[in-house]
């Protein structure tokens, strides 16, 4: 029930294509839903991160989708370049819970 | 943006001997980091929480005498790896919490560890 299932595992899209990442989730005490980025040898950082009361934000080319009927959420990158080519996590907590993170998903832009 | 450093990026050492690792958070005090160790192509593993001032919580199957945590003050925590072998190598990141309750946690660079 703590899981945080992430796919694909891999993704390969063409330079301008949109990347899109999905997640779902089981406990519906997650209050919180952070996506990171992480290049290889590097830590992760935030990218950009949703509530379950918002149903979309938007950060740039960087866009997240909730549905938490379903609860699942998903990353859309919009007029995706080769410096997006990264390893992102899906992640979700709450209060005084751990992180919990999806398996990630390992993109790579062609140009 | 809140900001989180390791030291050292990258340490080689010899089986049997011990590599601490130091996590600092910059700009902003955090009661709380963690650290998670990493295998390649894989994702994050959550080994311990670390507390300010009281002893670190550690995950199921971790040992907590072979991984040291001190988190001595508010933007400094420790891991010791101690008496290490091969299977000890891997990625080490920290992160920490901005503020007590807060959901965000920022990472560090990463840890690179090799046991020879």
């Known amino acids: 029930q703590q899981q945080v299932k992430q796919s694909p595992q891999s993704l390969i899209v063409q330079k301008g294509g949109i990347s899109i990442i999905n997640c779902a989730y089981e406990?519906?005490?997650?209050?919180?839903f952070p996506w990171y980025q992480q290049f290889p040898g590097k830590g992760p950082a935030l990218l950009i991160a949703?509530?379950?009361?918002?149903s979309e934000k938007k950060e740039g080319r960087f866009t997240i989708s909730f549905n938490k009927s379903a609860k699942q959420f998903s990353l859309h990158i919009m007029d995706s370049q080769p410096g997006d080519s990264a390893t992102y996590f899906c992640?979700?907590?709450?209060?005084?819970?751990?992180?919990?993170f999806g398996q990630g998903t390992e993109l790579s832009v062609k140009p | 943006g809140a900001v989180v450093s390791q030291h050292p990026s990258w340490v080689i050492c010899k089986s049997g001997t011990s590599v601490k690792i130091e996590c600092r958070s910059l700009?902003?005090?955090?009661?709380?980091m963690f650290w998670y160790r990493q295998f390649p192509k894989q994702s994050l593993m959550l080994m311990a929480t670390?507390?300010?001032?009281?002893?670190?919580?550690?995950e199921q199957g971790v040992e907590k005498d072979k991984f040291l945590i001190n988190h001595a003050s508010l933007t400094l925590s420790t891991l010791t790896v101690t008496s290490a072998h091969p299977e000890d190598s891997s990625f080490y990141i920290c992160?920490?919490?901005?503020?007590?309750?807060?959901?965000?946690?920022?990472f560090g660079p990463g840890t690179r560890l090799t046991v020879l």
């Open positions: 406990n519906t005490a997650f209050d919180y």
């Open positions: 670390s507390n300010e001032g009281s002893k670190a919580t550690y």
């Open positions: 700009d902003f005090q955090a009661t709380t």
């Open positions: 949703i509530r379950p009361d918002v």
């Open positions: 992160s920490a919490r901005d503020r007590e309750g807060g959901r965000t946690q920022y």
């Open positions: 992640a979700a907590i709450y209060q005084g819970g751990k992180l919990i």
